[in-house]
T-cell receptor
Framework: NAGVTQTPKFQVLKTGQSMTLQCAQD?????MYWYRQDPGMGLRLIYY???????DKGEVPNGYNVSRLNKREFSLRLESAAPSQTSVYFC???????????????FGSGTRLTVV | AQKITQTQPGMFVQEKEAVTLDCTYD???????LFWYKQPSSGEMIFLIY??????QNATEGRYSLNFQKARKSANLVISASQLGDSAMYFC???????????FGQGTTLQVKP
């Protein structure tokens, strides 16, 4: 099925550990995004990639790095995890201009990350 | 930074009644879109309805409609004939054409009572 695939679905890290969240889309979208959602809150944009080879900071980029590996894949890395990074992480993709024509974003199912 | 305000953290509605969820946003960008998403307890993000900033008529999609007041920068979601399955968190999310970003409000939790 076409869509956005995130791995892993669940992860527990110890403070200071590193890990990479993977995201892949098969809809040939140019733009990809990483959001985090804290309990009872809206999604906050961490980083986004408008097209292959470009990445830009969102609202809350500190403590994260990203790589747009190719058109399909956009990974999010935590170099030294902190308890404040405990959250649900969503990857999404879109055609950039289509946000103005109502096509919206396609979201992955999320990664639930706990840092202890 | 763009600011989106959903003033109702939690709402209750009786089954089969209509409910309005408020959203105001801040932008100087003349070209933008407004999305509403539903997030049930299972966690997935479900697209509900869209309004373009240049659209002349309010958007409708089944039981969902938007009360779009551009001058007031307001895009309230109206759900008619509420169903128990409508119980979820609802997010207003403007898409800004100049940046290509979708930014979310803090959400409104809706509970439908039988």
């Amino acid at each position: 099925n076409a869509g956005v695939t995130q791995t892993p679905k669940f992860q527990v890290l110890k403070t200071g550990q590193s890990m990479t969240l993977q995201c892949a889309q098969d809809m040939n979208h140019n733009s990809m995004y990483w959001y985090r959602q804290d309990p009872g809150m809206g999604l906050r944009l961490i980083y986004y990639s408008a097209s292959e080879g470009t990445t830009d900071k969102g609202e809350v980029p500190n403590g994260y790095n990203v790589s747009r590996l190719n058109k399909r894949e956009f990974s999010l890395r935590l170099e030294s995890a902190a308890p404040s990074q405990t959250s649900v992480y969503f990857c999404a993709s879109s055609e950039r201009d289509r946000g103005l024509r109502g096509y919206g974003y396609t979201f992955g199912s999320g990664t639930r990350l706990t840092v202890v | 930074a763009q600011k989106i305000t959903q003033t109702q953290p939690g709402m209750f509605v009786q089954e089969k009644e209509a409910v309005t969820l408020d959203c105001t946003y801040d932008t100087s960008d003349p070209s933008y879109g407004l999305f509403w998403y539903k997030q049930p307890s299972s966690g997935e993000m479900i697209f509900l309805i869209y309004q373009g900033s240049y659209d002349q008529q309010n958007a409708t999609e089944g039981r969902y409609s938007l009360n779009f007041q551009k001058a007031r920068k307001s895009a309230n979601l109206v759900i008619s004939a509420s169903q128990l399955g409508d119980s979820a968190m609802y997010f207003c999310a403007p898409f800004y054409g100049n940046t290509g970003k979708l930014i979310f409000g803090q959400g409104t939790t809706l509970q439908v009572k039988p």
